[in-house]
């Protein structure tokens, strides 16, 4: 029923059924549709951290559930195990290969694990990547056996690597756009978010219920997997992470345009977006006047996982300020959003002192009951008690008169207020 892709160079011709990438983002001790240790444990670095990798870039095997499975894994150039790294694990397409996603077909480097390798290097190098390989190069997951591949899979990079517990994606195309969206549904504790290119509900949806980031692309003319199937995805999701529900503008046929959206009101570090294009059934369409490989989806799809920051630090951070200890001004608001037995926490830090804030620690103490468990755009540790969030390496510094804004999920017993106090670099600061 599905055929194998063709990579397109000037014309994007891809016949595939059932595709995927899917961006995995380890992290030890992965229990079904559970938290892990290193979430629970404030975030740290996985046990990889701090010494000599034990895996390297090349093919390799893994037992899991009774099987062989097999998998290409990339490690940066230049790697670091003192530094935290984004995880990103590309599953292909129904036909297609690891291999596929590893080399980028015709397209070669270009179009390594959709566009993002390249793009990766370009940027900071602090991506580590890795393509499983399907049973029948399809992921049919019977019995979850998938799932536990890719839960195997993490824990091996977790214990191997220095890996960036809150950095775990998930994202791939038509039989892999259906694979990552079977581990948003059963893995949203453990992954950050998902990319998925022309799915549809293949793999299953074991849970569902819980928020997590989400990208969609589709053609609004896929004749493999209708436009319908992905919306269908999309919603899930818009519901879950308590989004405005709308129908989005799409492009009409024959534009050669492509229309990103993204929803409003959703929980705060849980956005939905939709990216609707006039084509088929294809990851890399190629709008009107486009060449090659040129594919906007690519530069989406990074923008859209690189936006929760992580992946560029080291594991720990020294804190210089041209202000010094205990002589900083601040202000910080804590914006709580709760439900059930979880939150979410906006945190945003003005300094309101007159010199520049080069490097930052924010000190605080959760309510009793409270534990975080994934956080963006700072590092936090322990996940429980007193808290210390560090900054990354893109919001180190902090103008005067400016505001920089950070956030983390928790879970929590019954007391989902926000902590009494906050105190920058030593010094307590005023609420907002």
Not at 252 to 262: E, F, L, P, Y
Not at 281 to 287: A, K, R, S, V
Not at 317 to 335: E, H, I, K, L, Q
Request: glycine content about 16%.
């Amino acid at each position: 029923m599905f055929q194998q892709v063709k990579w397109f160079r000037r014309r994007v011709v891809l016949a595939l059924a059932a595709a995927s990438a899917v961006v995995l983002l380890g992290a030890a001790g992965i229990a079904a549709g559970g938290t892990t240790s290193d979430q629970a444990g404030a975030l740290a670095g996985t046990a990889g951290c701090g010494k000599a990798p034990a895996l390297t870039s090349g093919q390799h095997t893994i037992s899991s559930g009774g099987q062989n499975r097999t998998y290409i894994l990339r490690v940066p150039s230049g790697y670091d195990a003192n530094r935290q790294y984004r995880l990103f694990v590309g599953l292909h397409w129904r036909g297609g290969t690891a291999n596929d996603v590893d080399s980028g077909g015709t397209d070669g480097y270009n179009w390594s694990y959709y566009g993002l390798r390249r793009l990766s290097d370009q940027a900071n190098n602090g991506t580590i990547f890795v393509a499983p390989q399907g049973n029948g190069n399809g992921w049919a997951n019977p019995g979850g056996q998938d799932l536990t591949f890719i839960d195997d899979l993490v824990r091996l990079l977790d214990n191997s690597l220095c890996v960036d517990t809150t950095q775990r994606y998930a994202g791939g195309f038509s039989y892999g756009g259906g694979m990552s969206y079977a581990i948003a549904c059963a893995r949203a504790k453990v992954f950050r978010a998902v990319v998925v290119y022309s799915g549809a509900e293949l793999s299953g949806c074991g849970g569902g219920s819980d928020p997590i980031a989400y990208l969609g692309i589709h053609g609004v003319s896929d004749n493999v997997l209708g436009i319908g199937l992905g919306r269908g995805l999309r919603d899930r999701f818009v519901r879950n992470n308590g989004c405005t529900a709308q129908s989005p503008r799409e492009p009409s046929a024959g534009s050669r345009t492509h229309i990103v959206t993204a929803y409003s009101g959703c929980r705060a570090g849980y956005p939905v977006v939709w990216a609707a294009f006039d084509g088929g059934h294809t990851p890399g369409p190629i709008d009107s006047g486009g060449d090659g490989w040129r594919t906007w989806t690519s530069g989406e799809a990074w923008k859209f996982i690189t936006q929760f920051g992580g992946g560029t630090g080291p594991t720990t951070t020294t804190t210089t300020t041209s202000n010094p200890p205990g002589g900083a001004t601040c202000r910080v608001g804590d914006v709580i959003n709760a439900w059930n037995n979880g939150l979410t926490s906006n945190i945003t830090i003005t300094n309101t002192g007159s010199a520049p804030i080069s490097g930052w620690s924010l000190v605080f103490t959760l309510p009793g009951g409270q534990s975080i468990t994934s956080g963006w755009s700072a590092t936090y540790s322990p996940a429980s008690g007193q808290v210390t969030a560090r900054n990354v390496s893109y919001n180190a510094d902090i103008a005067p008169n400016a505001s920089i804004t950070v956030g983390f999920q928790a879970n929590h017993t019954g007391d989902a207020s926000a902590p009494a106090s906050f105190a920058l670099n030593g010094t307590t600061c005023a609420a907002s």
